[in-house]
């Protein structure tokens, strides 16, 4: 079995930067693409940014220039940097992992961390 389990959320001020922490463990042989999502509440949870195991990445168009996804393959990590954070980023925001362990592949989901923008 895979745990995801995220970190860093926590209340800013409009402007202010968060980092998110992603930490996998579990019987896992490699991970191949990571994501964060997020879900406001009433709303459906969407794709913030992607990255691949070669490190190639995507973002939705809110969050261009201002979210960096990043990656640490030696310690199973995933990170999200949030900068300019403005008031239509509060959200859960979650981990997503697609992981091959010793006998599958499957995608899992972190609890979620929870971004607070104070303007």
């Known amino acids: 079995q895979v745990q995801l389990v995220e970190s860093g959320g926590g209340l800013v001020q409009a402007g202010g930067s968060l980092r998110l922490s992603c930490a996998a463990s579990?019987?896992?042989?490699?991970?191949?693409?990571m994501a964060w999502y997020r879900q406001a509440p009433g709303k459906q949870r969407e794709l913030v940014a992607a990255?691949?195991?070669?490190?190639?990445?995507d973002y939705r168009d809110s969050v261009k220039g201002r979210f960096t996804i990043s990656r640490d393959n030696a310690k199973n990590a995933g990170y999200l940097q949030m900068n300019s954070l403005k008031p239509e980023d509060p959200a859960v925001y979650y981990c997503?992992?697609?992981?091959?362990?010793?006998?599958?592949?499957?995608?899992?989901w972190g609890q979620g961390t929870q971004v607070t923008v104070s303007s």
């Open positions: 579990g019987r896992i042989r490699s991970i191949n693409a």
């Open positions: 990255i691949t195991s070669g490190g190639n990445t």
């Open positions: 997503n992992a697609d992981v091959t362990t010793t006998g599958s592949r499957a995608n899992y």
